[in-house]
């Protein structure tokens, strides 16, 4: 029974990370809402880094409630949160700072609560298949932009952009509630019947379950927050500004910048599930480092190509490195640090995640206004790839439990 029912609630982790995940779309919101307000691309572009930055902290605190209330509790909580977050950001006529609080504070922190439900549920449910299933539900995440990025852009033309928030909301309380309802843990002890992990998974872990406490008194702890860290503010570098990207290097109007949102946003998803299941065949640490070898040519490279397919296939290519960071590092941590906290523990770490959406933005777009090309700053991340790449090779799993 418990074999089948694992799946059901792998089930509604994806279709939850999906709601969760239309916040990729945000690039086709920037330009009708600087628009409509007069407000600046910087400044709108600031909704979506509040928002990330709401997430990752979020994820921590929702990783600790998770251990008391249960996986129900916190993922419906989240999903009431994220989509009336955005729902009352149909109201900003008010000002800019009723946006950057409903869909950047108050949204973000429904995601973060929502985001950290199936990562902590599914490494316990799935032991034998643990970066592959929690890079697939992570994966849903990455997908959600392609579905709303197009529904959005053709809403915001019918509509206008604060009524499209409005249904956006409505449409993302009702999927994540709902399959947030179905999450929960496994029996205590639970493992899949005949399974025993095998000698290669044995050498990629700890030796016990660590405390939050514990685990932040290692320097692996620290070290797979850089990793998280460095892989993601290079990817989110790119998601920040994609459309306008996009319109530069291709030359092409809004709404095809659109539609490449929505297609590089497959890779973002892809990149989750593919690389997660890499990780468990080669290790975590040899997956980091393809990456970020992959990322420095990519990166180097994009400022050459000015084809709508070239441009979308390379962007494509680094979204699957980015989304591969997410799918792979919930393993990496229940790995290290035992699955027991791996709501608190990889909560913690997801604040890289928020760290990220500030510092890559902000980078990649003060390199744009700066040299008037975003030329300068695709290289300046190729080279933080090239220097990455060590990290992955020194990181090793703690010699002892700690608490």
């Given amino acids: 029974m418990n074999h089948f029912k694992r799946w059901g609630i792998a089930i509604a982790g994806i279709m939850l990370q999906m709601a969760l995940g239309a916040v990729y779309a945000w690039s086709v919101f920037r330009v ?46 989240g999903g009431v949160l994220y989509g009336g977050g955005v729902f009352l950001a149909s109201f900003s006529d008010h000002g800019l700072w009723w946006l950057y609080l409903t869909y950047g504070v108050i949204g973000g922190v429904g995601l973060g609560f929502s985001y950290i439900v199936p990562i902590s549920v599914l490494v316990k449910w799935f032991p034998d298949r643990r970066g592959l299933m929690t890079g697939i539900a992570v994966g849903g995440f990455g997908a959600g932009a392609l579905i709303t990025a197009p529904i959005a852009t053709r809403l ?11 249904y956006l909301g409505i449409a993302y309380m009702i999927v994540a509630v709902a399959s947030g309802y179905f999450l929960q843990n496994p029996p205590e002890g639970w493992l899949p019947q005949g399974w025993k992990p095998v000698e290669k998974q044995q050498a990629q872990k700890g030796i016990a379950d660590f405390t939050l406490g514990g685990a932040l008194k290692t320097w692996q702890w620290w070290a797979l927050w850089m990793l998280l860290f460095l892989n993601t503010s290079a990817g989110i570098s790119i998601i920040s500004q994609e459309a306008p990207m996009f319109q530069e290097f291709a030359k092409i109007t809004p709404l ?11 890779g973002n998803a ?7 299941w890499v990780s468990d065949i080669t290790g975590r640490r040899a997956t980091f ?27 494509f290519f680094i979204l699957m490195c980015y989304g591969g960071g997410f799918g792979t590092m919930p393993a990496f941590a229940a ?6 906290n791996v709501g608190s523990i990889y909560g913690l770490i997801l604040t890289a995640w928020g760290f990220a959406s500030a510092f890559g933005p902000l980078l990649i777009a003060y390199l744009r206004q700066s040299s008037g090309t975003y030329t300068s700053g695709l290289h300046i991340v190729a080279i933080v790839m090239a220097v990455s790449v060590i990290l992955p090779l020194l990181v090793r799993p703690p010699a002892r439990s700690q608490s």
Avoid: C, E
């Fill in 256 to 266: 095809v910048a659109a539609g490449m949102v929505g297609i590089v946003s497959i």
């Fill in 335 to 340: 790995d290290y640090f035992g699955p027991s």
């Fill in 270 to 276: 892809l990149g989750r599930v593919f690389w997660a």
């Fill in 156 to 166: 915001i033309a019918s509509v206008g952009v604060l009524q499209t928030f409005a």
């Fill in 32 to 77: 009708p809402l600087a628009k409509q307000f007069h407000w600046t691309i910087s400044q709108v572009t600031l909704t979506f880094t509040i928002a990330i930055m709401a997430l990752g902290f979020a994820s921590f605190f929702g990783g600790l409630w998770l251990k008391r209330a249960g996986p129900r509790v916190v993922a419906m909580t």
């Fill in 289 to 315: 480092a393809i990456m970020f070898i992959l990322q420095i040519g990519l990166f180097w490279i994009l400022p050459n190509f000015h084809s709508v397919t070239s441009v979308t296939i390379i962007v």
